[in-house]
């Protein structure tokens, strides 16, 4: 049983830049995938982006070329780097790990992005 926890969340102001952390309760060697998913208001929830073991990555066009994912298996934490954040970014935030048998998601953190 992995527990992911997600920080990093809070109100920006467009252009802007925001990382946040999604923190493993045990080692994520294990965890063949990781991703960044988000849920905006009235939207369905869509992958942002997500980094395989080997730390092949895979991001969104609508974010490609201002997020990036990143994982640190010593810290067992995965990272999404977001700059030039737009309003259309604000969502809810989740962290999912995959192994081969389940997936294992995070409760969220909101970012909000607004002048």
Same mark, same amino acid.
């Given at each position: 049983?992995? +527990?992911?926890?997600?920080?990093?969340?809070? *109100? @920006?102001?467009?252009?802007?830049?925001?990382?946040?952390?999604?923190? !493993?309760? &045990?080692?994520?060697?294990?965890?063949n995938?990781?991703?960044?998913y988000? +849920?905006?208001?009235?939207?369905?929830?869509? *992958? @942002?982006?997500?980094?395989?073991?080997?730390?092949?990555?895979?991001? !969104?066009? &609508?974010?490609?070329?201002?997020?990036?994912?990143?994982?640190?298996?010593?810290?067992?934490?995965?990272?999404?780097?977001?700059?030039?954040?737009?309003p259309?970014?604000?969502a809810?935030?989740?962290?999912?790990? &995959?192994t081969?048998?389940?997936?294992?998601?995070?409760?969220?953190?909101?970012?909000?992005?607004?002048?």
């Amino acid at each position: 049983q992995v +527990q992911l926890v997600e920080s990093g969340g809070g *109100l @920006v102001q467009p252009g802007e830049s925001l990382r946040l952390s999604c923190a !493993a309760s &045990s080692s994520i060697i294990g965890l063949n995938l990781m991703g960044w998913y988000r +849920q905006a208001p009235g939207k369905e929830r869509e *992958l @942002v982006a997500h980094i395989t073991r080997a730390g092949i990555t895979n991001v !969104a066009d &609508s974010v490609k070329g201002r997020f990036t994912i990143s994982r640190d298996n010593a810290k067992n934490t995965v990272y999404l780097q977001m700059n030039s954040l737009k309003p259309e970014d604000t969502a809810v935030y989740y962290c999912k790990g &995959s192994t081969m048998l389940r997936d294992y998601w995070g409760k969220g953190t909101l970012v909000t992005v607004s002048s």
